[in-house]
């Protein structure tokens, strides 16, 4: 089973992405939770003996049902029980990947993809749960984020998950790029195990992208995952509790999105940015 992370600056498309790919009939990609991390230092010494301890995997699975976000996924906890106990994991690894294929209550997946953007600060803890993991970096262009983050100020939402976002153009700018030189320096070490996705890319070349995408995870490609919009199944859409603010994963890719930065921000809240994270915005090849 090929384990992926999926990281992204907030408000970069990290989630239209994942919608993308949870279509996909060969994999597993649920909304954000990060218990995967949170409990790897009770359960990191998971061992096969565990799984015949039934105190000891309730205990697991009340935990996990504790874990921030986790509602979202609407578990049935006694399933996950008894699929433990079933498929004996040997390690803390095989052990949450039974969690992310009860999402589908599904074992014929071939890809699981953790979708969080909390990730990005704790790129050195992610080796410790997946080691053989690969990477996919969803990247947008800083000053179309930097829209995306005002944006957020005109929602009202009664959810506990709404994002606090900066809204001071260099600090979005200093943030943006810290961001993505963490991702780089995983880059560096991981190499061909790290896939960067320009979110413009995936909006303007969907079909092209996607392919790439499914070529590096070993996937064929599914042209369902373009239909990501239509679906209503909750296992497939975003969940109530988040969807105040993630409603265009309900809409077609919208080219309007790329650069809008162009009419939405003033000049002079353009130069800061450009001032602040040029060097990134070079790097990338944005203009």
């Not at 988040?242 to 002079?268: C, H, I, M, N, Q």
């Amino acid at each position: 089973m090929i384990k992926t992370y999926i990281l992204g600056n907030p408000r970069s498309g990290t989630s239209l992405f994942r919608l993308m790919l949870n279509q996909h009939s060969q994999v597993v990609a649920p909304p954000e939770s990060g218990f995967a991390l949170w409990w790897y230092a009770k359960y990191k010494n998971w061992a096969i003996t565990d799984n015949s301890n039934l105190e000891q995997v309730e205990r697991f699975v009340h935990d996990v049902s504790t874990s921030k976000k986790i509602e979202t996924w609407e578990l049935d906890y006694e399933y996950l029980t008894a699929l433990i106990q079933r498929e004996q994991p040997k390690n803390y690894s095989d052990l949450i990947c039974l969690v992310y294929c009860s999402y589908h209550k599904e074992l014929d997946i071939k890809v699981i993809a953790d979708k969080n953007n909390y990730y990005i600060k704790h790129l050195e803890e992610l080796p410790l749960i997946w080691p053989d993991a690969r990477y996919i970096h969803v990247l947008r262009d800083g000053r179309d984020v930097a829209c995306s983050y005002l944006d957020m100020t005109q929602i009202s939402t009664a959810s506990p998950y709404k994002p606090q976002l900066n809204t001071n153009i260099a600090e979005i700018a200093k943030e943006w790029s810290a961001n993505c030189r963490n991702i780089i320096d995983v880059e560096k070490k991981l190499g061909s195990k790290v896939l960067t996705v320009k979110f413009e890319d995936l909006i303007n070349s969907s079909v092209e992208i996607l392919n790439e995408v499914c070529a590096f995870l070993d996937i064929p490609f599914e042209s369902k995952m373009l239909q990501y919009y239509e679906q209503e199944s909750p296992k497939l859409t975003e969940p109530a509790q988040t969807f105040d603010w993630k409603a265009k994963t309900k809409e077609k890719p919208d080219p309007s999105r790329v650069g809008r930065y162009r009419k939405d921000l003033t000049p002079k809240q353009v130069e800061c940015f450009n001032q602040e994270a040029g060097e990134m915005l070079r790097f990338f090849n944005y203009e």
